[in-house]
Nanobody
Framework: QLQLVESGGGLVQAGGSLRLSCAASGFTLEHYTIGWFRQAPGKEREGVSCISSSDGSTYYADSVKGRFTISRANAKNTMYLQMNSLKPEDTGVYYC???????????????????WGKGTLVTVSS
């Protein structure tokens, strides 16, 4: 059974760093385009960063460019989101997701059907 489990969220001060992990089971992560999404209180879920399975191309939302880095460790069947220079506006529930055959941009920007984890809460205090 396909499962995605996020971890690494928590409370951090502005300017700090966190690394989110998403452990996959029941399938081989490297065969999928992967992504991180977030939902801030009162807002819609948005694509933060995605990476294509086919060519490794990436997409980053403008709000996180230069601060966040997406990666995957195929041997561990795990994906990561390194978040540096965190801001209060980065607060939200972060979800990992997978999609077979999508480009990174399509994964992050469009409403293509995806498989989701349950999320991990990130709170950035000012």
């Amino acid at each position: 059974q396909l499962q995605l489990v996020e971890s690494g969220g928590g409370l951090v001060q502005a300017g700090g760093s966190l690394r989110l992990s998403c452990a996959a089971s029941g399938f081989t992560l490297e065969h999928y385009t992967i992504g991180w999404f977030r939902q801030a209180p009162g807002k819609e879920r948005e694509g933060v960063s995605c990476i294509s399975s086919s060519d490794g191309s990436t997409y980053y939302a403008d709000s996180v460019k230069g601060r966040f880095t997406i990666s995957r460790a195929n041997a561990k069947n795990t994906m990561y989101l390194q978040m540096n220079s965190l801001k209060p506006e980065d607060t939200g529930v972060y979800y990992c997701a997978i999609k077979s055959g999508a480009t990174a941009q399509a994964m992050c920007v469009t409403n293509v059907q995806k498989d989701w984890g349950k999320g991990t809460l990130v709170t950035v205090s000012s």
